[in-house]
């Protein structure tokens, strides 16, 4: 934490000089403030629909609301640093206990519609946030080991919260954004949460649309295009270090883009200005594209792992079948399938050699976090055979399949989302594979909400044996799943029974809230590479790989981040200092 | 889209063998008819035989000598080292990745030289002739660790021939299994709504009228989405080809209706209605022998639409599933695979030249037979 | 004439009940529903999972909601779009109109097109020029038309590298700067993003209905008036265009009613490929996610169209052969 207020006091200083603007640090970009050009549309696309423009109903990721709400809210993330620096607050203070937090609002901050940001807005934010009701996304952010976070408005400019205990990246959580209270408070106060949840539909004409980012909504064409346009209060409040006003882009648009074939062709043909290719068979033809002089464009090619996981997950609770529940419950077994889980050929024929082996829940992108002292069970055959032997499958049937004492077949069914083609090519080598030590995968892809569905129930008896999913998405202060890592979760998917079933259960629980707490960096990275660890050894997920990031965007598109900066974590560019040449 | 009121108006209600000599004739005369039915059953004597023909399993790659998207294997008769004639064999190719321009490509090693087996024993690819001769000897094949990918290989690294001729299994019969299906169903309510008329003709007709009302596609993918995604692919499969068979029996239904209800009034059933012969007995025994040309027509012009609607269908997701292969779902691999498929790749496309192929057959072969059991087009 | 139209439309209420009862049926019988999903997300509660219920009738037996349906979309309510929580109209309305560019369009270019090439075929028979069309035809009638799709965006890909110039998109239907065109440049900037798509829906249509067309000329070429008109010394062009085609182009027109859902479906293929705001994509995505008044929604308005289609026919049918007469 001391690292953070160090960061935050050489912005002030750099931001007292122009009043109470937040001015953008040069090093977030590889242009000068003196070369940049203003004007000019960025276009990209999207491979799915938007479903809303309300803030609180929105869930898939790269929705509308986080379209116009990108540069930040209370507080920002600084990728130079990897620390949050207040954006939104001017200044903030801790208390001793580290549990109240005071945060100071910068003042002349404006909503696109003229109005002023003010500390009503934070509240507002908050309170229908964590109405149960709404069942807004970000709900669970506001509560600390199930008990909530209070938030009270002091004065027209200072917001207070109080943590219900210590947390180690309680920035990141009061790092939310505002909602406009005199548009969302009216609706709120008289018809309470349906009445929000009827809000700001597809059909909200765009002047009702109210954004305190960079640019604010301008149009939605199902099918065809969302649009955007720069939000002229913004670069009141948000200027770079020669004091020009922000964005630079006179707007932008993403089109709607529903196959990938169909992005990149319209990304070579010129349409889009940028494209994040996915494997090597588009890396190479984006390459290709550049080296024949068609398309004039920057290609980052293996810029880092993914900020992403995939892995298979065994199911824990099947109580009417407890043949099965046992056999995932067998340690050995799932170390076995973690030794029959050929991650090699998985990089190889899935990604064309562009990814790296995974092994941990911490994304491989937080490469300082995952542990370097891992357990592997690296593709192995006869080990697998060894150990499935000591889970009791000895003998093999006359179709060559392992069966145990009771004459139970190692057997079970493995699930995927059905139209996910990297994830049903994962899904196929693994099924392969296990079939040559003996052990028979029937692979059934289903539809993704069918697949979630099955994934999130819970209980002591789930209908399903195996799930390969992903997960993103997190924290960047203590980058394991809150949601994830201790009993009782909701994506702790191997078990949902509710209770720790599994002795190492109980102590990785008891490890996550210790590192959660530990407001140390160092401390807690030890923390979380004990926990992955002791997972690693016990092979509830086994993780499969972890595919490279890769960037591309026309020769045309500047202000991207300095080289050192762009990761997977931290994207190419921020678009308030991307311009057009 | 035949026109199929060219065939039904003047039909000859006379048949003897010398009817089926005249047809044979004037068939033998259309010559592209001719060609299309030797390459139909070129094609399905291939995929009867497809795992013998098939150098590999169907489903057959390796994790450590990984040949995907591996180029057509050249088989060479003339040693290109010596210039000399030699019995046919290949090189083994190795992969090699270029890191800058990501290309992925392979290179023969001609090191060794692999000879082409004729009726080569591969116990690693047991199979089953007809489903019940085990065998493991292949029509060809060259020794480990030498690989024949005459057609080149997937993105497993699987060999598309192989993989052909297992789809052409499913490929050929989805068409002829689901348009017979839907045959059946055409004759038979077609047959009843023409032979009984009155409110059975009415409800079945109306009910044809319901079923053409909805545009095909979308009663197509509300039909297939009634198959559960986790069933077992072959149960999907069955599913597939009942989807396609209720899709498409209306248009037969209203031929053979209006046929039946023509012929009702012809002399030789008033006779055996006379006579008293029971009704099944007359739709049966005089009604349907009589339409059975103008069915053989409307098969042979069916199957291609089947088949090019089970391409479709897997395009969209909806069609044949792993680990089965047909061609649509071939195809529709390749075109996940984008322009890569085009420009790097181009063998992944073979099989969409085969769905060309087979259905360009079948119209021929239609056709001809259309011309044939058709009086007027006699030459 | 308007009692003809009167008693078309009465005639066609019990198919449109069936068609769009069957649809309703069909994919209510899926596996699953909507709600699936969110009676499993913890964060929603039973009670509102039971008030979404109440809200879409969802509790009811399906003849019940059938009928709620049926009557909200007389009213002109096709209710409400559970995914995205806006009215089904707002949702597939602009949709309707894009795909109706494609298929009408198309229809009336398959006509303009297949009926010279047709005439071509009947008239020159055997002539070389014939047979390759003959051939080109067969090759096109047995290209998966999504396969093809792709094949042309790739080379319009190349086209357009080749030239350095934009001479055909690749997807879509407008450019990104269509809302600053005029009114007369938006009519065109979409007419250039119809091109292409046109072309993959047109080859495999006007390939089959040329050949129907030429089939239909030659019969009449071969029959008995023709030969009297040619016996009476009439110029070749006249029996050939006042003889045989109007007769020929009869059954033809007639015809159009039985076109347009294989059009219509033709058209979804391409839509899907050339990523045009079309009914299909959204269809498709509708019956992933079991938005089942989507699905309904857009069967019952491609259902009105058709007939629409159909009427239109009709009339053009009587305006060509004028032994019908509406009564």
Redesign the interface.
């Known amino acids: 934490m001391k690292k953070a207020i160090l960061a935050t006091a050489a912005l002030m200083l750099a931001g007292s000089a122009f009043g109470q603007t937040f001015v953008y640090p040069d090093a977030w970009s590889s242009s000068k403030p003196s070369e940049v050009k203003e004007g000019g549309v960025y276009r990209t696309s999207t491979i799915s629909d938007y479903k809303t423009l309300n803030p609180f109903t929105a869930a898939e990721s790269g929705n509308i609301p986080q379209v116009i709400t990108d540069a930040g809210g209370m507080f920002a993330y600084d990728p130079s640093t990897g620390e949050y620096i207040p954006y939104m607050a001017s200044s903030y203070t801790v208390s001793k206990d580290k549990l109240v937090w005071t945060m100071n609002l910068r003042k002349g901050m404006k909503w696109s519609d003229g109005k002023p940001i003010i500390a009503d807005d934070f509240i507002t934010a908050f309170k229908i946030n964590t109405d149960e009701d709404v069942g807004a996304n970000a709900y669970d952010g506001f509560f600390i080991n199930d008990k909530p976070i209070k938030i009270k408005k002091i004065d027209a400019d200072t917001i207070q919260a109080i943590l219900p205990s210590v947390v180690a990246d309680a920035i990141e959580v009061l790092a939310y954004s505002p909602a406009p209270t005199h548009v969302f408070g009216p609706v709120y106060a008289a018809k309470g949460a349906a009445g929000i949840k009827a809000m700001w539909t597809l059909n909200t004409p765009a002047e009702q649309i109210v954004s305190d980012g960079a640019f604010k909504f301008k149009s939605y064409k199902p099918g065809e295009r969302a649009e955007f346009v720069a939000n002229q209060y913004f670069g009141e409040w948000n200027k770079n270090s020669a004091g020009k006003s922000l964005p630079y882009l006179d707007g932008r648009t993403i089109a709607i883009v529903k196959d990938v074939t169909a992005s990149l062709a319209s990304y070579l043909n010129g349409d889009t200005d940028a494209f994040s290719p996915a494997n090597a068979d588009q890396l190479r033809q984006v390459k290709g594209a550049i080296d024949g002089g068609k398309l004039k464009a920057v290609l980052r090619a293996n810029v880092g792992p993914a900020a992403s996981s995939q892995w298979i997950v065994f199911n824990w609770n099947q109580k009417s079948n407890p043949s099965k529940q046992a056999m995932f419950r067998d340690d050995n077994f799932r170390r076995a399938m973690s030794h029959l889980t050929n991650r090699a050929a998985m990089v190889d024929l899935v990604y064309g050699g562009l990814a790296q082996p995974a092994y941990s829940s911490v994304y491989a992108a937080f490469t300082q976090w995952v542990s370097p002292d891992l357990k592997k069970f690296d593709y192995n055959v006869e080990a697998a055979t060894a150990l499935l032997a000591k889970a009791g499958f000895t003998k093999k049937n006359s179709d060559g399949y392992l069966v145990n004492k009771a004459g139970k077949v190692a057997e079970f069914d493995l699930t995927t989302n059905s139209g996910n083609n990297q994830r049903e090519q994962l899904a196929k080598i693994f099924a392969d594979e296990a079939k040559k030590a003996g052990v028979k995968v029937n692979f059934k892809p289903v539809d993704f909400n069918t697949l979630v569905t099955l994934l999130l129930s819970d209980g002591d008896d789930r209908k399903f044996d195996a799930i390969l999913l992903g997960l993103s998405g997190g924290g960047r202060i203590y980058p394991l799943g809150d949601n994830v890592e201790p009993c009782g979760t909701n994506l702790h998917s191997f078990n949902k029974s509710g209770k720790c079933l599994a002795a190492w259960e109980t102590q990785v629980t008891a490890l996550f809230a210790r590192g959660k707490q530990e407001l140390d960096f160092k401390k807690r990275v030890a923390i979380a590479q004990q926990i992955q660890n002791v997972q690693s050894n016990y092979q509830a997920w086994d993780y499969l790989v972890s595919p490279n990031v890769h960037f591309s965007w026309t020769s045309n598109i500047k202000g991207e981040y300095p080289t050192a900066l762009q990761t997977s974590i931290n994207g190419p560019r921020n678009l308030e200092t991307t311009w057009l040449q | 889209?035949?026109?199929a009121?060219?065939i039904s108006r003047n039909f000859d209600t006379a048949k003897s063998k010398s009817q089926l000599q005249v047809v044979w004739e004037q068939f033998r005369k259309h010559q592209l008819a001719v060609f299309g039915g030797l390459v139909l059953a070129l094609l399905y004597v291939g995929a009867i035989f497809a795992p013998f023909i098939s150098p590999y399993s169907l489903?057959e790659?390796s994790?450590t000598d990984?040949t995907?998207f591996q180029q057509p294997t050249r088989v060479y008769v003339i040693d290109p080292e010596t210039g000399q004639f030699n019995l046919p064999f290949v090189y083994k190719s190795t992969r090699f990745?270029n890191p800058?321009?990501?290309?992925?490509g392979y290179k023969e090693d001609r090191s060794t030289k692999y000879p082409v087996k004729l009726f080569h024993n591969r116990p690693e690819s047991p199979f089953q002739l007809f489903g019940f001769i085990p065998m493991t000897v292949h029509l060809f094949g060259v020794d480990a660790p030498g690989n024949i990918f005459i057609l080149g290989t997937d993105?497993?690294?699987r060999d598309t021939f192989t993989r052909i001729w297992y789809g052409a299994q499913i490929s050929l019969t989805i068409g002829i299994f689901s348009v017979a299906l839907s045959t059946i169903l055409g004759l038979f309510l077609g047959g009843l709504a023409g032979f009984f008329g009155g409110w059975i003709d009415n409800i079945i007709m109306?009910?044809v009228?319901?079923?053409?009302?909805?545009?095909?596609?979308?009663?197509?993918?509300?039909?297939s989405?009634?198959i559960?995604?986790?069933?077992d692919p072959v149960v999907s499969f069955y599913g597939i080809i009942f989807v396609l068979g209720i899709i498409g029996w209306g248009g037969l239904a209203r031929v053979i209706r209006s046929q039946i209800s023509a012929l009702r009034e012809v002399d030789f059933v008033q006779a055996a209605t006379a006579l008293g012969a029971s009704e099944m007995r007359i739709i049966g025994k005089h009604m349907l022998p009589v339409t059975f040309s103008l069915l053989i027509v409307n098969l042979s012009l069916s199957i291609?639409g089947a088949i090019?609607t089970e391409?479709?269908l897997s395009?969209?997701?909806y069609g044949i599933?792993?680990p089965y292969s047909s061609w649509?779902l071939m195809?529709?691999v390749a075109?996940?695979?984008?322009?890569?498929s085009?420009?790097?790749r181009p063998w992944v496309?073979i099989p969409?030249f085969f769905?060309?192929?087979?259905?360009?057959c079948w119209?021929?072969l239609g056709d001809g037979l259309r011309d044939a059991v058709d009086p007027?087009k006699r030459q | 004439m308007l009692p003809y139209i009167l008693r078309r439309f009465v005639n066609l209420i019990p198919v449109f009940i069936g068609a769009t009862l069957l649809t309703f049926l069909i994919i209510q019988a899926a596996p699953g529903d909507f709600l699936d999903a969110k009676r499993l997300d913890p964060r929603t509660t039973p009670a509102t999972i039971a008030r979404i219920e109440r809200q879409f009738g969802l509790d009811k037996p399906v003849f019940v909601q059938y009928g709620l349906w049926l009557k909200n979309f007389v009213t002109g309510n096709l209710g409400i779009s559970f995914e995205s929580n806006v009215p089904v109209w707002d949702l597939i309305g602009p949709k309707v109109f894009n795909s109706m560019i494609l298929v009408f369009g198309s229809t009336f270019l398959l006509y303009f097109i297949a009926i010279p090439i047709g005439i071509y075929g009947a008239v020159r028979q055997y002539s070389l020029g014939d047979k390759t069309i003959s051939l080109v035809s067969y090759f096109f009638l047995g290209f998966p038309s999504f396969f093809f799709a792709l094949i042309l965006i790739f080379g319009i890909i190349q086209l357009n590298w080749a030239l350095n110039t934009k001479v055909f998109p690749v997807g879509g239907m407008t450019s990104e700067y269509y809302d600053t065109l005029s009114p007369i440049g938006k009519v065109l900037n979409v007419l250039w993003h119809t091109l292409a798509p046109m072309i993959a829906l047109l080859l495999r249509s006007i390939a089959s209905e040329s050949r129907g067309f030429r089939a239909q000329m030659l019969e009449f070429l071969n029959q008995d008036f023709v030969r009297t008109a040619r016996a009476k010394g009439l110029s070749e062009r006249v029996v050939i265009y006042k003889h045989a085609l109007r007769n020929a182009i009869t059954p033809f027109v007639a015809n159009i009613g039985g076109l347009l859902p294989a059009i219509f479906s033709g058209a979804g293929f391409v839509e899907v490929v050339f990523n045009w705001p079309g009914l299909t994509p959204v269809f498709l995505e509708a019956l992933f996610s079991q938005d089942i008044y989507v699905n309904v929604s857009i069967g019952a308005i491609t259902l009105v169209l058709l007939v629409i289609g159909n009427l239109m026919a009709d009339f053009l049918l009587g305006a060509v052969d004028p032994r019908i007469r509406y009564y």
């Open positions: 889209m035949a026109l009121s060219g489903s790659y994790t990984i995907k990745t800058d321009t990501f290309e992925e993105g497993f690294g109306r009910f009228e319901i079923l053409s009302a909805i545009p095909d596609l979308f009663l197509l993918l509300s039909l989405a009634l559960p995604r986790n069933i291609p090019l391409s479709g395009f969209l997701g599933r792993e649509g195809i529709s075109q996940e695979g984008g322009f890569a085009i420009q790097y496309l969409g769905i060309v192929l087979a259905v360009l119209n021929f007027r």
